[in-house]
């Protein structure tokens, strides 16, 4: 049997890469405070802002949002219906995620923002993907590049000084292994828990960055928090996926990998970009929008929805 590291009583969860084991008590405990740790080390944001909280009604996000809210911070969230319908089954996955996020925010009485794409731009994003792509690929960079948008926008209008989002350990480590087999040094270059806001950015963290997927979704089950738990019906056969997949691997045979390969990435991150070329960052704004745009014209955002 486990016994908890704190307390000698059985553990709820072994947590092999930090060489620990935690009853339930003492892991809901541990995990707000690696968080705040997180949030003090990269001077992510303080107890007087206001926070908004992507939420997307899985279980990382409204963990965070829980979290946060354990922790003191004074937060709203803002959840964007994307209109996202299984192909297969035609069954409507964003209608679940929605009900979760509001379950979630009606419980905690929390302001949550809602931004429907069918009732503010006139079509879903399987419409749009239908219109532009013929529904040949996958939506998925469609979509990045709206909830950017959306959140970017959301979060100005808003006046909040910082957007967080629930992007865990694997999800970081995933990306850094994609960026890292194309050696895309832009993507690199930004690829941080914190991201300051500059030329109309809204200011970013991630503040479960050094969290397993594992670790949130048990402090979800501990929680009681209701979640979606499939994942978006696009996601099959992503690379994403695959590199999750490999990694998991990997860390099997080798527990605390992917947190040595994001961890040293960020000291080395230091030390690559110490004398860093500045990024290219837009100079102009869009006329409708307002949001950086590199050409002067419409953004790629108003570019798409213009043609509904």
């Given at each position: 049997m486990m016994k908890c590291k704190k307390c000698g009583e059985r553990a709820s969860i072994k947590m092999t890469q930090h060489n620990m084991a935690l009853c339930q008590e003492h892991f809901l405990d541990w995990l707000p405070q690696h968080t705040q740790r997180t949030i003090e080390?990269?001077?992510?944001?303080?107890?007087?802002?206001?926070?908004?909280?992507?939420?997307?009604?899985g279980k990382d996000s409204l963990a965070l949002w829980d979290v946060l809210l354990g922790l003191g911070y004074r937060t709203d969230g803002i959840y964007i219906d994307l209109g996202i319908t299984d192909p297969q089954s035609g069954l409507p996955y964003s209608a679940k995620s929605k009900k979760y996020s509001l379950q979630f925010a009606e419980q905690h009485n929390l302001n949550l923002h809602i931004v429907d794409m069918k009732q503010e731009y006139g079509e879903t994003i399987t419409e749009i993907n239908h219109r532009v792509r013929h529904g040949r690929q996958k939506p998925c960079s469609i979509c990045g590049l709206v909830k950017r948008h959306i959140l970017n926008e959301v979060t100005r209008e808003g006046g909040y000084p910082v957007l967080v989002t629930g992007h865990n350990l694997d999800d970081e480590a995933a990306t850094l292994f994609g960026n890292t087999l194309t050696w895309t040094v832009d993507l690199l270059q930004r690829q941080a828990p914190l991201l300051p806001a500059m030329s109309g950015f809204a200011r970013k963290a991630k503040p479960f960055c050094k969290l397993y997927e594992r670790e949130t979704a048990a402090y979800a089950l501990m929680r009681n928090i209701a979640y979606v738990y499939e994942e978006c019906p696009f996601a099959g056969g992503a690379r994403t996926i695959q590199h999750k997949?490999?990694?998991?691997?990997?860390?099997?045979?080798?527990?605390?990998?992917?947190?040595?390969?994001?961890?040293n990435f960020l000291k080395a991150r230091e030390e690559?970009?110490?004398?860093?070329?500045?990024?290219i960052l837009p100079e102009e704004h869009c006329p409708v929008c307002g949001q950086p745009t590199h050409s002067g014209q419409l953004c790629a955002f108003c570019r798409l929805v213009g043609k509904m």
């Open positions: 080390k990269f001077r992510m944001f303080t107890p007087d802002d206001k926070v908004l909280v992507a939420v997307s009604g997949k490999l990694l998991n691997q990997l860390e099997k045979r080798s527990p605390g990998t992917k947190m040595q390969f994001y961890g690559l970009f110490a004398v860093e070329r500045q990024p």
